[in-house]
Nanobody, 128 residues
Framework: QVQLLESGGGSVQAGGSVRLSCATS????????MGWFLQAPDKEREGLAI???????TYADSVKGRFTLSKDTAESRLYLQMTSLKPENTAMYYC??????????????????????WGQGTQVTVSS
């Protein structure tokens, strides 16, 4: 079955960097559409970055230029490099597999409604 396991979260000072990793199994990672989402306390889960099956990535405006999503197809791992972190980036971060078919119909979307599978999440806390 599909498994997504995040790691790399923790506590960091504002302005610092963190790299999140998502180990995947149970599906063909090479051509899969994947994404990173976050959920802050008392807020809805929202999309940060989604990569489609041909490697094109969409980022939320709030993280453009600071966060970078990447895929290691040899290791079947998804990464999120986060730089210049701010206290408002404190949240639980989730790796997700998304439906490429729905993404093709709504290119550029970051909606959680296209997600088929979620990881368990990893917490990132940014202190000022």
């Amino acid at each position: 079955q599909v498994q997504l396991l995040e790691s790399g979260g923790g506590s960091v000072q504002a302005g610092g960097s963190v790299r999140l990793s998502c180990a995947t199994s149970g599906f063909i990672f090479l051509t899969s559409c994947m994404g990173w989402f976050l959920q802050a306390p008392d807020k809805e889960r929202e999309g940060l970055a989604i990569i489609n099956g041909v490697g094109s990535t969409t980022y939320a405006d709030s993280v453009k230029g600071r966060f970078t999503l990447s895929k290691d197809t040899a290791e079947s791992r998804l990464y999120l490099q986060m730089t210049s972190l701010k206290p408002e980036n404190t949240a639980m971060y989730y790796c997700a597999r998304v439906q490429c078919r729905l993404l093709s119909v709504r290119p550029g979307t970051l909606a959680s409604t296209i997600v088929t599978d979620w990881g368990q999440g990893t917490q990132v806390t940014v202190s000022s």
